[in-house]
């Protein structure tokens, strides 16, 4: 043991302590406190597991985990959003909790698996069952499109919102198994979390008015019902979005709580076809935003070649508008820009190690 959990456990519920809550997550004593925590839920495999807390307003980050243990900004937007000390150190346990989830219960193997055949223009581990007449006919368009080298943006976005289902199902796994194996504090900041996150997702018709890309607005759909079981859709909406969520609510259902994690990567491969129409509205606006940014690196990198001073890197993508970068920049740095949230699988996927999160990057992601 690192530190007194009696000490740690009085300091949490002082409601006059002389620290700030910046400089009490981020303490020795504190960090000590989570990874005595975690180590008690990962010894089974005897590894050593540090948790590493900072307080970092300007850091988008919510936490993550790597070869290196796990990472936790204390100042993320969802530990931040509670009012109490008290509240916010079940937060930080709870993301805690769910980054052990995935050391313990994250099949990595068999994702690196999903993704590299992916990659290959192949369904792992095999071509989804149950698919009528058209939705052959859109598995076929989106493996021809994974191998398709002439027009990058339809095999990006598949990628992209493969990665996006497959955290989505893998953290609703996680979550449940660790909620059911280690119940108590551990599950309560889990639980936590999961509702205050749903509730910062925009509303339905808040999405279709800001132009989120139909398919984005059903995956974060998704996220809502597996993280809170219910959708945020004050005003009554109905049509295609619910309509979809609906008739995927059975494939999540059966593959959350199913131990193989090839299960998941099969929900992810049906609902990935069934997208693709969806998918298709996004690509010609994605191919102009392309066009524009590959003029625009072409300029600033003429701008520099006559300024002579030899300091431009010319990359495309230089702009504030996030898709600009992505889809100028080639395959593997698409992988590197889908990091930004919670609820991280790291797996060696051609061997670079990515980093796949639950994040709120999607809702800014596929706007227009």
Request: hydrophobic share 35%; net charge negative; with cysteine.
């Amino acid at each position: 043991m690192r530190t007194s959990h009696r000490q740690i456990r009085k300091r949490i519920l002082d409601a006059k302590s002389k620290i700030t809550d910046e400089e009490f997550f981020s303490s020795r004593a504190y960090n000590g406190y989570l990874t005595d925590l975690a180590e008690a839920a990962t010894k089974r495999y005897k590894r050593p597991l540090r948790v590493r807390v900072v307080a970092d307003h300007d850091d988008e980050t919510v936490a993550f985990t790597d070869y290196h243990g796990i990472y936790i900004n204390a100042c993320n937007h969802i530990t931040w959003s509670f009012p109490s000390r008290l509240l916010r150190s079940m937060s930080l346990e709870g993301l805690n909790a769910h980054e052990c989830g995935h050391n313990l219960f994250t099949d990595e193997r068999i994702w690196h698996s999903y993704f590299a055949g992916l990659a290959k223009g192949k369904f792992y581990p095999k071509m989804p069952d149950g698919l009528d007449s058209m939705q052959k006919l859109y598995a076929k368009d989106i493996l021809a499109a994974l191998t398709d080298d002439t027009d990058t943006v339809p095999m990006q976005v598949i990628m992209s919102t493969a990665h996006a289902l497959s955290n989505i199902l893998e953290d609703g796994y996680v979550d449940a198994r660790y909620s059911y194996e280690f119940p108590g504090s551990p599950a309560k900041g889990i639980a936590l979390n999961n509702l205050r996150y749903a509730d910062t997702m925009p509303e339905i018709t808040e999405m279709i008015n800001r132009k989120y890309y139909d398919h984005s607005i059903v995956v974060n759909l998704l996220i809502q019902y597996v993280r809170a079981h219910e959708v945020n859709n004050l005003s009554g909406y109905t049509g295609e979005f619910i309509d979809k969520l609906y008739e995927y609510i059975p494939w999540i259902d059966e593959s959350v709580y199913d131990d193989d994690a090839r299960s998941r990567c099969e929900a992810a491969n049906r609902i990935l076809v069934d997208l693709w129409p969806m998918m298709q509205r996004c690509f010609d606006a994605l191919r102009d935003k392309q066009k524009q940014a590959q003029q625009q690196a072409q300029q600033s990198s003429q701008q520099t070649g006559k300024g002579g001073s030899g300091s431009g890197s010319g990359q495309p993508g230089s702009g504030d508008d996030d898709t600009e970068a992505v889809f100028t920049c080639g395959f593997r740095e698409l992988r590197s820009l889908l990091r930004c949230s919670v609820g991280t699988v790291y797996m060696n996927f051609n061997r670079h190690p990515i980093r796949l999160q639950y994040t709120d990057a999607l809702l800014n992601y596929w706007k227009i």
